[in-house]
């Protein structure tokens, strides 16, 4: 099963740094949850810190940023603690919300064909509904669109 826009999330739990991530704990609030290839790497670390950046622009606007990908919790914790990040990381090694939100996808790396997180971003509504989806993102100016969004809301 995958999430479609407009349409309710299920409630899931995940490990996280800081402890078990609930989507069920942020009813009424907007949950921005972006998911990204791999911990420490260029792309990734930008990303990273252009939503640390922006984070009290988010809390401002009532929502709560998490990042997500399938890196293990030790790499999580590192990466976090490395950037300063203010907001938790969610490992999912399991890929279960990976399906959930169908962000796998064949990527080309140094010319070989490699199964990958596609980069994204969903925005899901304090009463617990996809509202956007932004998908195969680049980075440059990402994070300024996601608030944006967060802020029509």
């Known amino acids: 099963m995958t999430v479609s826009l407009n349409q309710a999330v299920p ?14 704990d942020y009813r009424g609030k907007t949950v921005v ?19 640390r950046d922006q984070h009290e622009a988010f809390e401002a606007a009532g929502a ?13 914790e590192n990466f976090k603690a490395k950037l300063e990040l203010p907001f938790e990381l969610i490992s999912d090694a399991d890929e279960a919300l990976c399906q ?7 990527k080309k790396l140094y010319g070989k064909e490699v199964r990958g997180i596609e980069r994204s971003t969903f925005v899901i ?5 996809l509202r956007h989806e932004l998908r195969g993102i680049k980075v440059p100016s990402h ?11």
């Open 143 to 153: 994070v300024d669109e996601v608030l944006e969004l967060v802020r029509a809301m």
């Open 64 to 76: 709560v940023v998490f990042g997500v990908s399938r890196d293990s919790m030790k790499s999580h």
């Open 125 to 129: 509504d304090g009463k617990g509904k």
């Open 100 to 106: 959930l939100f169908d962000v796998i996808k064949m």
């Open 33 to 51: 949850l972006y998911f990204y290839p791999k911990d420490n790497t260029p792309g990734c670390t930008n990303e990273a810190m252009d939503f």
């Open 11 to 24: 409630d899931f739990s995940a490990p996280a740094t800081g402890g078990t991530f609930r989507l069920a």
